[in-house]
């Protein structure tokens, strides 16, 4: 059965989700243990990347200073810098991605018109005047409020030129490089504080071997150092493709501790050998997407468990810096440019994602959606001076609360959603504890057809009140565009009831909702 042909059903479900009538179905047992709260969710795990890559900066972020068609400052686009600090993003990655390691960063500071014309030869081969560099990305990030990260050039850089970038950045005293980000008119050091080292360093950053880019790591890492600036430095090491183990066990086994505070991860949830279209897809393609995201609970597991054998004591940070979902580009796009639409599968790959990471703060402690305007699993997409938010963006929304908030743990005993013989667990959930007490329940229902009748049992704590938001719409494939920007927005949940410690819900298909209880 096609989703499509669910439309009936699904609306159904909506109608209970929003109080105006009830459906019985199995009940589901959720427990939430608001007594053994230890770890915090950082907020980093909300990050975000942004390329040079077809028009996330160029035409999304930045569009210049001389348009004045595009309300702007200093050429950073107005609209979407309000609609990103509604996601409170607490840190940005950039300039790539497999960009990064063919980045000269002296190409982008100065003046604009003296800066060198480069060809950004992994994104469609066109032409990267630098007008975005340095500056223009460390403003964005003050416009933001988000810390940056800076994903360094191992690849095609030499450490002298990586060390460069860090003083230029970072230190505040007198010396050639800061001088000369004084003469481009910044007097003050940024203090960046996240810093890569290489991306993809088995890949398009250089095709190496654990064992090589390990070595190598060690030299870079030794100049990027907190010397340049007054506060430590945070280094990240080039991870794992998926489920590529050795690597991080490499990784942990040969670099000094003291020059690593994150490994990386990155894991998409795409069918390499036919992705499909991003809004026209069937169930078949839906389950496999599923599948590929609940993947990630697998794949923190097991490097996870790599790194505790290194780090018992979980200094080391597992950073998954680049995830989501990657379709075929949009029919008549630019195939370089990587601009899918973003449906309500997004949002459901998202929920379910957060909920993993959230769930194992322990050690994921940022994250980094890719990417964030116009390329990838897009938050933003842009047409010239239009701008909308995709439903992958109200998830991170409404998850906000979740930041920086104490993990309470879980226990979910979920019903399956099956599809042609197979099973994936239909339910995902994560609770937190934020500084006002107030507990904050997400909730996701990957099953497309069966709405789930849940009771929560949140032990350790009472309630008297239950407020509720829920990311749904008739289909799974609906998506906002810029003709309906708002089709698919988060509406307020009638469909909880709270009783002392007990939460009754029902949770339509297909959907994402977040409760808080006071
Ligand atoms: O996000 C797009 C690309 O995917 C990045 O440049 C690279 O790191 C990854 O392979």
Not at 112 to 119: F, L, N, T
Not at 131 to 146: I, K, N, P, Y
Not at 183 to 211: F, K, L, S
Request: hydrophobic residues 35%; proline residues 4%; charged residues 20%.
């Amino acid at each position: 059965m096609q989703p499509s042909m669910n439309v009936a059903r699904r609306l159904v479900a909506v109608l209970c989700a929003l109080g105006t009538f009830s459906l019985a179905s199995a009940q589901t047992r959720i427990v939430v243990n608001a007594d053994l709260g230890k770890d915090t969710i950082s907020r980093h795990i909300y990050g975000h990347f942004s390329e040079h890559l077809g028009h996330c900066i160029y035409g999304g972020f930045f569009v210049g200073e001389a348009n004045s068609q595009v309300p702007h400052t200093r050429g950073i686009r107005n609209d979407v810098v309000q609609a990103l600090k509604r996601l409170h993003i607490p840190n940005l990655r950039w300039p790539g991605g497999c960009f990064a390691d063919t980045y000269h960063w002296k190409d982008g500071i100065g003046p604009r018109e003296k800066r060198p014309a480069i060809v950004n030869t992994w994104w469609g081969g066109v032409t990267e005047d630098n007008s975005f560099g340095t500056h223009e990305f460390l403003d964005l990030c003050e416009q933001l409020g988000a810390e940056p990260y800076i994903s360094g050039n191992v690849g095609s850089g030499t450490v002298q030129e990586l060390t460069d970038w860090v003083q230029y950045v970072n230190f505040g005293g007198t010396g050639p490089m800061a001088n000369q980000r004084k003469q481009n008119g910044r007097m003050e050091p940024w203090q960046v504080r996240y810093w890569g080292i290489g991306n993809e360093t088995w890949g398009c950053g250089g095709n190496m071997t654990a064992e090589y880019y390990a070595n190598i790591y060690r030299l870079y890492s030794t100049f990027v150092s907190s010397t340049w600036g007054k506060s430590p430095i945070f280094r990240i090491a080039s991870g794992a493709g998926g489920g590529d183990y050795h690597w991080t066990e490499v990784l942990m086994r040969d670099i000094p501790h003291g020059l690593l505070e994150g490994v990386a991860l990155h894991h998409y949830s795409a069918n390499w050998g036919k992705k499909g279209s991003a809004t026209r897809f069937s169930e078949a393609e839906y389950f496999d997407t599923m599948t590929r995201a609940w993947h990630m609970e697998e794949l923190v597991k097991g490097h996870a468990t790599i790194m505790d054998r290194y780090d018992p004591k979980k200094k080391i940070a597992l950073v998954v810096d680049e995830w989501g979902g990657w379709y075929d580009v949009e029919p008549g796009t630019n195939p370089g440019f990587l601009f899918q639409q973003n449906t309500m599968r997004d949002a459901v790959l998202a929920g379910l994602t957060l909920n993993i990471f959230n769930n194992r703060c322990d050690r994921v402690r940022m994250a980094n959606l890719a990417q964030t305007v116009n390329v990838l699993q897009a938050v933003v997409l842009t047409d010239e001076a239009r701008m909308l938010t995709t439903p992958t963006y109200h998830v991170m929304e409404m998850y906000t609360p979740h930041h920086d908030a104490v993990l309470l743990p879980v226990s979910v005993n979920s019903p399956e959603y099956t599809f042609d013989g197979t099973s994936l667990p239909s339910l995902s959930v994560s609770a937190s504890r934020d500084r006002s007490d107030a507990v904050h329940i997400s909730l996701v229902n990957i099953d497309i057809h069966a709405p789930r009748e849940i009771e929560v049992d949140v032990r350790g704590a009472r309630f008297t009140s239950v407020k509720g938001r829920i990311l749904t719409s008739a289909k799974i494939q609906d998506h906002n565009t810029f003709d309906d920007p708002e089709k698919v927005k988060p509406q307020e949940f009638k469909g909880a009831k709270v009783d002392g410690s007990r939460v009754r819900l029902e949770i339509p298909a297909g959907s994402v909702v977040v409760l808080s209880l006071k």
